[in-house]
């Protein structure tokens, strides 16, 4: 069986660090991993190629490109060389992700079992000190609301189909771009607006993440922008998007977070909720045969 991972990491020490883990990590999967990896920051010394099961796909890019930017270049080189096509399963890890032994061949007995085009999971620093308040036990059908508690890009796996119906990431979202998260829910979102059957497995599906320090105006803009884009296309978005604003208030009255933070988002809400008029609702995909396939 064949997978198709894509990540971004730096030009820097601690950058390889991290790929080496993520790579002995793919190394021991069920199968045979291409890896189209994006390194920011113009390094030119020579990525090895071959790594045991793992085919490395290196590509250059600048330091100040985004996440989001940096994600697309790895679709489109995934694209032009028809790895799409060829995998069982589709996964976009940040750098300092790991994959316990044998996730992948799990992800795809899920998704061949089902019929579904993605399955989400849980992560944490260990399989033990996953925070089940928030990634709680249970299987479910994926849901908005499912998506922004637990979705996140290092443990979502796609079919190689879904990817090419989704398309690109939202360039304004993400690290490094004008709302600085929430990408990977949008990517999530957009899959659920297309129609594309998706679930929710807690238990089996958990990806090895360091939590990063809790800092809610980090995510907070993002999460907005999200629920804005989304408001009028999917049941329930309005009420999240409510609740999200209403939440940044308190967050503000209890000096947690800065009013700019929240003016920020509100700015964001109205952007969103604007383009959201102006532009087909079902954003950016490749091409509208491939939506049709995965229904």
């Not at 189209?36 to 590509?59: D, E, I, K, W």
């Not at 809790?214 to 978005?237: C, D, F, M, Q, T």
């Not at 009013?259 to 969103?272: E, G, I, N, P, W």
Request: some cysteine; aromatic content about 6%; hydrophobic content about 40%.
């Amino acid at each position: 069986m064949r997978y198709l991972c894509m990540t971004v990491t730096e030009a820097s020490p601690q950058g390889g660090r991290n790929l080496d883990r993520l790579v002995d990590s793919l190394q021991r999967q069920d199968g045979e991993v291409d890896l189209v990896l994006v390194v920011r920051g113009g390094a030119r010394q020579p990525v090895r190629r071959q790594r045991g099961r793992v085919t490395v796909h290196p590509l250059l890019a600048s330091h100040v490109v985004g996440l989001s930017v940096a994600r697309n270049l790895a679709q489109e080189h995934a694209r032009r060389l028809g790895l799409l096509e060829r995998v069982a399963v589709v996964s976009f890890p940040d750098d300092d992700c790991r994959y316990p032994d044998g996730l992948l061949s799990r992800v795809a007995g899920h998704l061949a079992r089902s019929g579904c085009e993605c399955v989400t999971g849980a992560y944490g620093p260990s399989i033990e000190e996953v925070d089940r308040r928030r990634f709680r036990l249970g299987d479910a059908s994926l849901t908005p609301r499912l998506v922004m508690r637990a979705g996140c890009s290092g443990s979502m796996f796609f079919t190689g189909r879904a990817v090419r119906a989704i398309g690109d990431f939202d360039v304004r979202l993400g690290l490094g771009a004008p709302y600085g998260a929430s990408e990977d829910a949008d990517y999530l979102l957009r899959a659920l607006a297309l129609g594309l059957p998706a679930v929710y497995r807690p238990r089996d599906v958990v990806v090895l993440h360091p939590y990063k320090v809790h800092r809610p105006a980090e995510y907070y803009v993002g999460n907005v922008a999200v629920l804005a884009k989304h408001a009028g296309h999917l049941a329930g978005i309005r009420l999240l998007l409510a609740r999200r604003l209403l939440h940044g208030m308190l967050l503000v009255t209890r000096s947690n977070m800065a009013f700019a933070h929240l003016r920020r988002a509100l700015d964001a809400s109205c952007v969103m909720g604007l383009d959201r008029y102006r532009q087909n609702p079902r954003c950016n995909s490749i091409a509208a045969q491939e939506r049709a396939a995965c229904r």
